[in-house]
T-cell receptor, first 114, second 113 residues
């Protein structure tokens, strides 16, 4: 059973461009979480999605950031008009459910904004 | 809101030394507690967990006990190996609808021969 897949693993964008990060959850998992890890810091929750629904986006910046998890295909985290402060590692996790279910993490996408 | 505080690193130990990484938390309700490990260039892997007070999580020689009275979940290992070198994150889940994880800042462990 393949683990959580994220691509690309590394992404370089110039200021003002758009970044699209993809996450394919483990087979059978319908719950997806996105976390951001700034340099030398812990992970911070951004958003929690189930298929076609955003359940909790309390950690998402109010502007430029959006996420989706369509019925078919991977979950997408989209960052418009990137700025240097968006440079970070973005991790996706998936699970079978919520309470008492383990979250399995992908290898992350390292975004560098130049 | 919920928060996790863990000891700052880096922690440098010789192989076979005893390891303790302190973790304390603040949360409403009854959270579940976790230790995750991150090897260089990789994502996080669950190391162990405990879901209620006095539970002990254990895996690969690592242990941590959920102490509600001291709001702590310290990670211990009796004899570390070079291969244990990594960053260790303490985390909690509030068990709410989202069950999102709240992480500490991480503690880098370096084990030398």
């Amino acid at each position: 059973n393949a683990g959580v897949m994220q691509n690309p693993r590394h992404l370089v964008r110039r200021r003002g461009q758009e970044a699209r990060l993809r996450c394919s959850p483990m087979k059978g998992h319908s719950h997806v979480y996105w976390y951001r890890q700034l340099p030398e810091e812990g992970l911070k929750f951004m958003v929690y999605l189930q298929k076609e629904n955003i359940i909790d986006e309390s950690g998402m910046p109010k502007e430029r950031f959006s996420a989706e998890f369509p019925k078919e295909g991977p979950s997408i985290l989209r960052i418009q008009q990137v700025v240097r402060g968006d440079s970070a590692a973005y991790f996706c996790a998936s699970s079978l459910g919520t309470v008492s279910y383990e979250q399995y993490f992908g290898p992350g996408t390292r975004l560098t904004v130049t | 809101g919920d928060s996790v505080t863990q000891m700052e690193g880096p922690v440098t130990l010789s192989e076979e030394a005893f390891l303790t990484i302190n973790c304390t938390y603040t949360a409403t309700g009854y959270p579940s507690l976790f230790w995750y490990v991150q090897y260089p260039g990789e994502g996080l892997q669950l190391l162990l967990k405990a879901t209620k007070a006095d539970d002990k999580g254990s895996n690969k020689g690592f242990e941590a006990t959920y102490r509600k009275e001291t709001t702590s979940f310290h990670l211990e290992k009796g004899s570390v190996q070079v291969s244990d070198s990594a960053v260790y994150f303490c985390a909690l889940s509030d068990g709410g609808t989202a069950s999102k994880l709240t992480f500490g800042t991480g503690t880098r462990l370096q084990v030398t021969l």
